[in-house]
C-alpha cells in the first residue's frame, strides 16, 4: 500500500492533456492510495478497530495502489450488457433450457428474490470489450466503498477532481435497501430483523475483512448479523437458528452454490422448506453464473431459437466472446487453437482451475476433455502503469460491475499479474474506476457509483 501520492506526477500529468483513458492508466500517477486515510476509514468512520492491521497482516494487497481509468462510452456499453442478460434471462424459454440441465435445487425459487451483488466482470481495452464472466455471489463490494474513501491526490488542482465521500455513504444506503429489498420480494410484512453471513470457515476467508464490514454496516441500521459457517445453525419450528438468534435472511458467500455439501445440509434443508431468505440462491447461479450460459449467450442460432429480440442479440454477439463447451469430438480444433482460448469450469470461481490454453500441459488437457469446462475465445485485459519509475510496473486489470435488478450499482477494477485475478500481486488488488470522455484530465474524475 502506498503512503502517500507522488508530487512530482501532477505537472506531467495535467501538462500532458491525454488524449484517451489509455494514456492515463499510463501515465497518470497524481492519485494514489493514501494508507492513512484507509486506516481512518476502517476505524473511525466505519468503526471497526484493528481492521487496517487486519488487512495489512493477512492480505496486503487487497487495495491497489493506482485508480484505474475507463471512458464513459464502455461504462455506458456494460450496463447495456448488463441489461441484455437480464432481459434473455427474463425469457421462460430460457429458463426452461438452462434449468433443465442445472441441479435440481435450481428449481426451487420459493419467493421473489433477485440475488444481491451480481458481479460482470469485464476486459475492456481501447480496442477491445468481452464480458468474461457472470458471479452470483461476487465479493469486494463493502471493500470498494471503503477504498473510495481513502484515495487521495497530489495537489489541489487534481484533488478537486476526486469524488465527495457522499458517494460511498450513498452506496451503503443503497446496499442495506437492497437486503431489505430482497426480504420484501419474498412476501414478509415485517421488516427485516436479522442477518446471517455465511461462508465456510468465514474467519479463515482471504476477505473475511468484508465480512465484518458488511456486520458493521447491518448493525448501524438496526439488523442484528452474525457472520457464521454453514454448519452453525439448526432448523428449529419452522426457522432458522444461530443459537438463540432467529435469521430472516443468509446472505450466501459459498461457494457451494447447489448446496451439495454435507456442511451445507441445514441451510439446504431451511431453504427447501421456505424457513428463510436465502440471496443469492441455487437457482440465481443456474440461470447466471453457470459457464454454459456464456455459450447460449454468444451463439446468435440459439439466441433466435429462444426468441431473443434482434437488438438484444447485438448487444450480446458483440460484448461476449465465443464460448462453447468442451467435447471430446473437437480436441483437435480446440487444442489446434489453444492459443487463443481461455477454459473454465462450468462452475468455476475465483479463477481456480482456469487455463490460458498457452499455458495447457498435457496432463490438464485431458483433465478438460474429460468434461465439466467451456473454451472461451481471449479477450486481453486492460493495462494499467502503476509506478513512473524505470522499468516501468504494469499490471493487467479487469473491471468488475457490481449490478441488482439489472442495475449497475458500482464498478471496480481489480489489477494483478499472472493468469487470473489473485490479490497476491505488489501493488495490485481492488481499484476505483474513474470514468470520462476523452478530452484529458478535467472531464475523467467520477467516481463511479
Not at 427474463?90 to 440441465?101: N, T
Amino acid at each position: 500500500m502506498n503512503n502517500s501520492p507522488q508530487p512530482s506526477a501532477a505537472a506531467s500529468c495535467l501538462s500532458a492533456v491525454p488524449s484517451s483513458v489509455e494514456v492515463l492508466n499510463s501515465e497518470c500517477f497524481c492519485i494514489s492510495l493514501d494508507t492513512q486515510a484507509l486506516r481512518k476509514a476502517l476505524e473511525s468512520e466505519i468503526g471497526e478497530p484493528g481492521l487496517f492491521e487486519l488487512i495489512q497482516q493477512r492480505c496486503p494487497y487487497l487495495f491497489a495502489t493506482r485508480p484505474v481509468f475507463l471512458a464513459h462510452e464502455h461504462m455506458l456499453r456494460m450496463a447495456r450488457v448488463v441489461r441484455a442478460v437480464e432481459s434473455v434471462v427474463a425469457l421462460p424459454a430460457y429458463r426452461d433450457a438452462v434449468l433443465a440441465a442445472a441441479p435440481a435445487i435450481a428449481q426451487h425459487h420459493p419467493g421473489g428474490a433477485r440475488g444481491v451483488f451480481f458481479g460482470y466482470d469485464f476486459h475492456v481495452t481501447e480496442g477491445s470489450f468481452g464480458l468474461i464472466e457472470i458471479n452470483t455471489n461476487a465479493g469486494g463490494a463493502m471493500l470498494n466503498a471503503v477504498m473510495a474513501r481513502a484515495h487521495r491526490a497530489c495537489c489541489a488542482t487534481v484533488g478537486d477532481l476526486l469524488p465527495p465521500p457522499a458517494t460511498a455513504d450513498a452506496f451503503e444506503e443503497e446496499i442495506v435497501a437492497m437486503f431489505r429489498n430482497e426480504w420484501l420480494l419474498c412476501g414478509h410484512d415485517r421488516p427485516l430483523r436479522s442477518i446471517a453471513i455465511v461462508d465456510e470457515n468465514p474467519e479463515q476467508q482471504y476477505l473475511y475483512p468484508e465480512f465484518l464490514l458488511f456486520q458493521r454496516l447491518f448493525q448501524r441500521h438496526g439488523l442484528k448479523a452474525v457472520i457464521a459457517a454453514p454448519t452453525a445453525f439448526s432448523l428449529r419450528g419452522g426457522v432458522l437458528w444461530h443459537a438463540d438468534l432467529a435469521i430472516d435472511l443468509v446472505y450466501n458467500r459459498l461457494t457451494d452454490f447447489s448446496l451439495a455439501e454435507p456442511a451445507s445440509a441445514t441451510l439446504r434443508e431451511a431453504y427447501l422448506a421456505n424457513a428463510m431468505v436465502l440471496t443469492p440462491d441455487p437457482q440465481a447461479h443456474a440461470l447466471y453464473a453457470d459457464k454454459r450460459n456464456l455459450a447460449l449467450f454468444s451463439n446468435g442460432t440459439r439466441l433466435q431459437d429462444l426468441g431473443v429480440a434482434q437488438e438484444i442479440q447485438d448487444v450480446l454477439l458483440a460484448s461476449i466472446p465465443h464460448t462453447e463447451i468442451v467435447d471430446a469430438q473437437h480436441a483437435e480444433r480446440l487444442w489446434n487453437d489453444r492459443r487463443h482460448l481461455f477454459f473454465k469450469p462450468f462452475a468455476g470461481f475465483g479463477g481456480r482451475a482456469a487455463y490460458r490454453g498457452d499455458k495447457l500441459t498435457q496432463r490438464v488437457w485431458q483433465e478438460i476433455l474429460a468434461g465439466g469446462y467451456v473454451a472461451q475465445a481471449l479477450v486481453a485485459p486492460g493495462g494499467r502503469v502503476v509506478s513512473n519509475e524505470t522499468p516501468a510496473q504494469v499490471l493487467k486489470f479487469d473491471l468488475r460491475a457490481y449490478a441488482y435488478n439489472g442495475q449497475v450499482q458500482w464498478v471496480a477494477a481489480r489489477l494483478y499479474q499472472g493468469q487470473t485475478t489473485n490479490f497476491r500481486t505488489p501493488g495490485g488488488g481492488f481499484a476505483p474506476v474513474y470514468e470520462g470522455p476523452l478530452d484529458g484530465p478535467a472531464g475523467f474524475a467520477r467516481l463511479v457509483g
